[in-house]
């Protein structure tokens, strides 16, 4: 069993920045790979990326590729999500969530345990 907890939403105006964290509690935080959602109001949930169990790789949505930086620190159990250059189409509450399957997922089906998210509102 694994918990999450994530932090640092909020509001931020139109290019500009925010760093997510999702701690995590329970069972071997290293062993999973962690992902990143997000659900905007009356949309479906959507990938936006992922880091593996130690952060060798990652891999991102194509619409935040090269805005958005995922990162881990596993003596800590924190996974982060970086975003930069931030805009209205952001606005979103955000998920991280854990697989502890062998390889990684794009999927929000793939992803064993989840946090409860945190809103980023980005205005123009």
């Known amino acids: 069993q694994v918990r999450l907890v994530e932090s640092g939403g909020g509001l931020v105006q139109a290019g500009g920045s925010l760093r997510l964290s999702c701690a995590a509690s329970?069972?071997?935080?290293?062993?999973?790979?962690i992902g990143w959602f997000r659900q905007a109001p009356g949309k479906e949930r959507e990938f936006v990326g992922t880091?593996?169990?130690?952060?060798?790789?990652?891999y991102y949505a194509d619409s935040v590729k090269g805005r958005f930086t995922i990162s881990r620190d596993n003596a800590k159990n924190t996974a982060y999500l970086q975003m930069n250059s931030l805009n209205t189409e952001d606005t979103a509450v955000y998920y991280c969530?854990?697989?502890?399957?062998?390889?990684?997922?794009?999927?929000?089906?793939?992803?064993?345990?989840w946090g409860q998210g945190t809103q980023v509102t980005v205005s123009s």
């Open positions: 329970g069972r071997a935080f290293g062993s999973y790979h």
């Open positions: 880091i593996t169990w130690n952060g060798g790789s990652t």
């Open positions: 969530a854990a697989r502890g399957t062998t390889g990684i997922s794009y999927s929000e089906y793939g992803y064993d345990y």
